[in-house]
């Protein structure tokens, strides 16, 4: 390791760092704006510069900017010296220049890295009195505030959006001292990774606007650790809390799965906690001769008492959920007995998770995480949208298709933090990424091939390319496939061979089971040759995994048999709208032939109010839970903030329910530990999920970690109209977390830390003082644990020579496919819910081809119609020229297709114009159809939609 002298002091440092890599890396507080551990450098701001001597006899050496300058063994430098510490804050000075005086009412003071530089480098009084130059700030839509003003031009926000996370519609405008950092016009930014940029940003640029709108000051959140619940990908977040509402959700490093960033439906998509559609009360139906009823509140006793009573009535049965967690999920397994437990996913969507499953667990290739997916050097995607359904993900793929800039910067011996340098080697140059799907996606401008097929099609190709990669051994060849198609499989066997980590990515969003075959058939006889070979497999929510792991139980199908025949009195149902699973028809049949429905839920839907009893259940944000992502990764979440009212738990209600009862064993599940405990003892598949976190008798030190940061402030102010007198803090008796500053917030397991602070460092920029390096994991470990070791199987693995080809599309002139299209603002259920994000949602659409709008006569906006299942559904037209040929979509999980996804994909219907339209709701933020209208600015909000 080379050795570097600072200040006249010896360190042995990493060979290929840039100075401030290992100035960092050391503990010393080197400042810096541009640079960041993701995106590299380029030596913009300045900011970062040292004095370097040529040998022990240089006294005046030279400044050099840390970020640019490697490490070499026996290089003497000075960070304190005079020289260095002027520059610094000459620097400072001059940004200052045009910099606005608002800290005390800017929204990211007391978390502001420029805040923190400038403290850092001594700078406090301004010389400068002349005028500042001003600009104009502009609506970026409901998510993302402007504030020009604060702009220090490091070009941060430019980097990220454009060359990391692919967006086009945020530029570096004009130059010199007027650049500006924006739009070309006003209008809703197009990524959906936009809502980055609120940390990205150094300054104030950049705010969270939901959180203004709703402001608390960032050192008077209460936060802790939590897990997103928008896909299964399992992001780690930190929300955080203020009067009892969530303010906002900011991202928890880890750097196994997310890294830095998250996309904007975590990130916003959070504030259905804060719902006027909470629960707070238990009720109980009260006939008034209306489909719906009314309820009365009771009291959470009683409410348990008339639970209990109807439990003692007959037979009990169960629907889990996968948005619920594993605890609340088992104890109702437990509850009803396994014989009486649904899972809670539709039929088709069970069968498919279950699937994916028993690939993960037999296939010879390693699930990757999100880390090892920014690895891959050649892709294949098979069906799955990912910027629809795993956005991270996509994020990720990104990553990946610049390893061929990486791999060309080795050739050339440069080192993989200079970005610039990179950048311009590379060019457009990437790692090959083919793309098969039903339409394009957003990942198709890096994609060195795409095609748009039918479902059934999709899987062809990738039986075929597993023919071509096993030249027959293990794979028969596809017969009667397209000539095109069969030079594309050629294309792409070759190149995935000859990577040296090839990735397959897949998952359930088609609902077809031929296309999860032929990715894990490609998958295995590619491992068959080499050794890192990668296979994700997206599933549909947040638990989807975890809730299969709990084993086979009964079917939606056998629910419904069960109930006709007279077998269930009382149905519970846990988190779950049976309206999104299944048909209306088939849902009101199963309610009609019970005689009593429960339902836990946290917010009203179709389900709840069919209810005799409705009991309010605590978020993620107000409770404790373990969730196991698609990778296989259970990981834990702790509540931010006590719970309002009557809400508890889920498996807090369930747990209290079995003790009134008096049922076997339920006395010692009183405590959330003893629940988990007790499931991974009986269930095999998750008896790793007790080492997720530390259990609630954990201490640091001897003390608890505290969810409020050191400055936390006005907890008596708070109650100011009430008394005067601070109360007793709330105790957690269930985690290792307290509700207060008491405590040790520093060296405890990465699962444990509710935000990132350190002396000198109050943004987010903090987080490197974790980290066992900059960039690295932090230390200790990143959190979670792997369920699923895949990679390990022996023999054939999936034997892919045994399964069936699905027979060639061939489509019609008069009818089309229905398949599913999916959204990342409108498809999730509980983001959707979120005042920002159903902004930006817009209306349910049929999404048909340009040959389709012609014969129809239709345009973008104007109504069509379908009879599907008897049922005549009339939805917004979006003209996509990409939809593969005789198919037509429909955006799910939006208003008017909640449950078509379970009951319609694979019907082949008839479209007509709609007799009468009007469009009732603009969608903000532009669909993978570039022709697709979109609100271009605020204006628009009122007076109707602009083209961009």
């Not at 010296?81 to 620097?91: N, Y």
């Not at 000075?93 to 403290?119: F, I, K, R, W, Y």
């Not at 590379?426 to 748009?452: C, K, M, T």
């Amino acid at each position: 390791m080379p050795t570097i002298y600072i200040d006249g002091t010896a360190y042995e440092v990493e060979e290929g760092k840039n100075l401030l890599e290992a100035c960092l890396n050391l503990g010393l507080d080197l400042p810096y704006f541009c640079w960041h551990p993701s995106m590299g450098s380029i030596g913009s701001c300045r900011q970062c510069a040292m004095v370097q001597y040529q040998n022990e006899e240089d006294t005046r050496g030279r400044i050099v900017m840390g970020c640019m300058t490697p490490v070499t063994d026996g290089a003497r430098l000075s960070l304190q010296g005079d020289t260095a510490s002027e520059f610094r804050e000459s620097v400072i000075e001059s940004l200052m220049l045009n910099h606005p005086h608002d800290c005390p009412v800017c929204a990211e003071g007391g978390e502001c890295h420029l805040q923190d530089m400038t403290v850092m480098v001594g700078h406090r009084d301004r010389n400068y009195r002349g005028k500042k130059n001003t600009h104009r700030n502009q609506y970026l839509g409901p998510l993302i505030n402007h504030e020009m003003n604060r702009c220090i031009s490091c070009y941060r926000c430019v980097r990220f959006y454009r060359d990391y996370a692919g967006g086009t519609d945020l530029a570096a405008l004009a130059s010199h001292d007027h650049v500006y950092f924006g739009r070309h016009q006003d209008g809703v930014l197009q990524s959906e990774f936009a809502g980055n940029l609120v940390e990205v940003c150094p300054t104030g640029v950049f705010t969270d606007k939901p959180l203004v709108d709703d402001y608390s000051r960032k050192w008077d959140l209460q936060s802790a650790p939590s897990i997103c619940v928008g896909c299964a990908v399992g992001c780690n977040t930190s929300p955080g809390e203020r009067y009892g509402r969530l303010k906002r959700i900011q991202n928890r490093y880890n750097q196994q799965v997310n890294g830095y960033f998250l996309c904007d439906r975590g990130r916003f998509g959070a504030d259905f906690v804060n719902s006027e559609s909470r629960l707070n009360f238990a009720g109980v139906r009260q006939e008034d001769g209306s489909d719906k009823g009314s309820y009365k509140a009771i009291r959470a006793d009683d409410a348990l008492s008339e639970v209990a009573g109807l439990c003692q009535q007959g037979t009990v049965a169960g629907i889990g959920s996968p948005r619920a967690s594993v605890e609340a999920n088992y104890l109702l397994r437990r509850f009803v007995g396994t014989k009486h437990f649904s899972n809670g996913m539709s039929d088709v969507e069970s069968a498919l998770v279950n699937q994916i499953l028993e690939t993960l667990k037999n296939t010879r290739a390693i699930s990757p995480s999100i880390h090892q997916i920014e690895s891959a050097d050649a892709v294949l995607i098979l069906g799955e949208d990912v910027s629809n359904t795993a956005p991270r993900l996509a994020l990720a793929l990104r990553e990946a298709a610049r390893n061929k800039g990486r791999e060309l910067a080795a050739e050339m011996r440069l080192e993989p933090w200079m970005d610039a340098a990179i950048k311009n080697l590379a060019q457009d140059q990437y790692s090959p990424i083919f793309i098969a799907g039903v339409h394009e996606n957003r990942l198709n401008d890096i994609a060195e091939a795409g095609v748009s097929l039918a479902p059934d099609d999709i899987a062809r190709l990738g039986f075929a390319i597993a023919a071509e990669i096993s030249g027959g051994r293990a794979i028969d060849a596809v017969e009667n496939l397209d000539a095109d198609l069969s030079a594309l499989a050629g294309t792409i066997a070759s190149t995935l061979k000859a990577a040296k980590n090839p990735l397959i990515v897949s998952g359930s969003s088609l609902l077809n089971s031929a296309v999860i075959e032929s990715a894990a058939a490609v998958a295995d006889v590619l491992s068959n040759e080499q050794e890192n070979v990668f296979l994700s497999l997206s599933v549909p929510e947040c638990n989807s995994v975890g809730t299969a792991m709990l084993g086979e139980g009964m079917s939606f199908k056998d629910m419904m048999d069960s109930a006709s025949q007279g077998n269930i009195d009382t149905l519970i149902v846990l988190e779950n709208d049976l309206y999104r699973r299944a048909p209306s028809e088939d849902v009101d049949k199963l309610l009609e032939n019970i005689k009593q429905l429960v339902v836990l839920d946290s917010l009203d839907n179709a389900t709840l109010s069919k209810s005799q009893i409705a009991l309010p259940t605590a978020t993620f944000a107000e409770s404790e839970g373990t969730m196991v992502s698609s990778e296989g990764r259970a990981q834990r979440y702790y509540p931010v903030f006590v719970a309002e009212d009557d809400r508890l738990a889920s498996w807090q209600w369930l747990s209290e329910l079995g003790q009134v009862l008096g049922l076997s064993g339920f006395d010692q599940l009183e405590h959330f530990d003893q629940v988990e405990q007790t499931c991974a003892g009986e269930i095999p598949a998750l008896s790793g999920i007790a080492s997720a976190a530390p259990d609630h008798e954990f201490r640091n030190r001897g003390l608890k970690i505290p969810r409020q940061p050191a400055r936390y402030s006005g907890r008596t102010a708070m109650r100011a109209d009430v008394s005067v007198h601070e109360p007793k803090q709330p105790v957690d008796d269930e985690t290792p977390l307290s509700f207060s500053m008491e405590g040790l917030g520093v060296g405890q397991p990465s699962s444990l830390m509710t935000s990132s602070w350190s002396p000198g460092w109050n943004s987010n920029q903090s987080i490197q003082k974790f980290q066992d390096e900059a960039g690295g994991a932090i230390k200790g470990g990143s959190s979670g644990v792997r369920l699923i070791e895949s990679g390990q199987s022996l023999g054939d693995g999936l034997n892919a020579h045994t399964r069936s080809v699905p027979t060639a599309f061939h489509p019609s002139d008069t009818e089309s496919l229905l398949i599913p299209v999916y959204r990342v603002f409108g498809s999730d259920e509980l983001s959707s819910q979120a005042p920002a994000i159903a902004e930006m949602s817009g209306d349910a659409q049929f999404v048909i081809s340009s040959e389709s709008a012609a014969k129809l006569e239709v345009v973008d906006g104007d109504g069509v119609s379908a009879n599907i299942n008897g049922v005549e559904v009339t939805l917004e037209a979006c003209v996509d020229p990409s939809l593969a040929e005789g198919c037509v979509g429909f955006t799910t999980g939006m208003p008017g297709t909640e449950s078509l996804v379970a009951t319609a994909v694979g019907l082949i219907v008839s479209l007509r114009k709609a007799d009468s339209w009007q469009r009732r709701k603009p969608q903000l933020i532009a669909t993978d159809n570039p022709n697709a209208p979109t609100v271009t600015n605020q204006q628009s909000l009122q007076s109707g939609v602009s083209h961009v």
